[in-house]
């Protein structure tokens, strides 16, 4: 896909929220999802400031600016109500519609640029973190591999890195490290060692344990972000148990809410959940949290700077609402219809 096709996209898409915004249709999908008593999770992972967003090897379709973030939540705080996702449960309605942060992987911005703003505006949030990955720099394949693309062949596309990380998301754990192993001796030989950066980097077990202080939720995210649904099950049982192990040593409380790395589970691994005593888990399929959901499937609306900016490519509140609200109001229709009820936690939550 071409640059000028990119943003043809991009301008039709922004034609059509401010079409459903301006008809009233934005309005009726926040009333029924508000009227249903439904919780709606947004997925964050890095937060970064302007310069540091041109430094990461994080792809577009996880940063979000602060500058962004900023506006964001206060939308949020002014126009609904943000949310505990530990502590909520999508049962009654509501005054006004339920929103919950959370954050994936645990990177260092998360504490450093998301929580100040959250601390400002009383939000909270929660974040999943991968016990073995804390406090290292560049621990996610995903930017090691743009890090060499970026090292080694610096001409290629965005859309085609994406497409290759895509590709190898499918890939053994095995094959995709001798893939990497390749292009780092590639990269050894052109350009030295890649450019590495401490804005990369994911939170200090100190860092995590003054957040928790703050009111902080922390949820696992495995112990090393492997795919469930692509290694063995008894690999993935440990990943799941080892990962809640760790946690709870840190933190002294229970770890029972879970986020499936790239949001692919499956019966069996939610079954390997709810033996260990995970309570929620979270994927990245889009919708909301209603009653119609499977409490270890709760549907979230990934955000970044693309889905919630407008033609000026700042924060515009209809971009926003259509790529959560009206999409996740869209998907919830098809929930009702197709899914059927199935893990709801041992005890009822307090709300």
Known sequence: MTIFEVEHRRVLRWLWANILGAS??????????????????????????????????????????????????????????????????PRTRSCRLRVALTFDDGWMDTYTVALPVAREWGVPFLVFVCPQLVDQEIPFWPERLVALIRATQPSTRTKEIETLIENLKLATPEQREAYLAKLRE??????????????????????????????IGFGSHTQTHQI??????????????????????VLA???????????????????????????????????????????????????????????????SATMFEYTTFWKAWRATKADYRLKPRTHRPATPVTV
């Open 24 to 89: 009233g249709c934005l309005w009726w999908a926040k009333r029924q999802l508000r009227r249903s008593g439904a919780v709606v999770p947004l997925t964050f992972h890095r937060v970064l400031r302007d310069a540091d967003s041109r430094r990461t090897h994080s792809l577009p379709g996880v940063v979000l600016l602060e500058s962004t973030y900023r506006k964001l939540v206060r939308h949020v705080v002014r126009r609904f109500d943000p949310v505990d996702l530990r502590k909520s449960e």
């Open 186 to 215: 590639t990269s050894q030989r052109q350009a030295g060692s890649i450019d590495s950066t401490s804005i990369d980097r994911t939170l200090s077990w100190a860092a995590i344990a003054e957040m928790h202080q703050e009111g």
């Open 228 to 249: 469930l649904t692509a290694i063995p099950l008894d690999v993935a049982r440990q990943e799941v148990r080892t990962s809640k192990a760790a946690i709870e040593s």
């Open 253 to 315: 409380e229970d770890c029972d809410t879970f986020a499936y790395p790239n949001g692919n589970c499956s019966p069996e691994i939610q079954n390997i959940l709810a033996e260990a005593g995970f309570r929620l888990a979270v994927t990245t399929a889009r919708g909301a949290w209603t009653t119609a959901s499977d409490y270890l499937a709760i549907p979230r609306s990934n955000i970044c700077e693309d889905n919630v900016t407008g033609r000026t490519g700042r924060f």
